[in-house]
């Protein structure tokens, strides 16, 4: 199974070549400013890529899937959209989940909700996909400050994930 990760695309997705595979994983902030034109625009460009499973959690940036879940969640007919939820494929074990260290941006929560949440995620779980990143993993902001999050950053030690994305 070959699984292609991308995330942060802002709206910029027909800019990029995505590679072939299995399983597309989108990890959020599909859009710039979260409106609902530009969901359909990301929902039209995902139905034209050729992996038979796309799979899509949100981020800081989609304010639709946020505002709107449903709606929004309606918008999204070429892809999988997870929120907090799991989804089998051949057997791998899925789950996505858009929380972030509070921000003042959609899908933030409080350090403290954020411990309860994540302590919360179901045992087998193979692969996990969260918008933010664990504190310490690819987590520095462009004035080199670590910005994960130290409660996801346990709960990923704890659960094992055979990848985290």
Known sequence: ????????????????RVPPGDILIHAGDLTRHGDRDALADVNAWLAELPHRQK????????WCLYDEPEAARALLISATYLCDERVAIQG????GSPWTPSMGWA?????????????????GID??????????ALDQDAKSQHCGDA???AAVRELRPRLHI
């Open 151 to 153: 409660a996801l950053a």
């Open 107 to 123: 899908f933030s929560r409080s350090p403290m909700a954020l411990q309860y949440h994540w302590a919360e995620l179901p045992d």
């Open 1 to 16: 199974m070959r699984i292609v990760a991308i995330s942060d695309t802002h709206g910029l997705h027909r800019q990029i």
């Open 55 to 62: 799979l899509v959690i949100a981020g800081n940036h989609d």
């Open 127 to 136: 692969v996990l996909i969260t918008h933010g990143p664990p504190l310490g």
């Open 92 to 95: 791998v074990q899925i789950y």
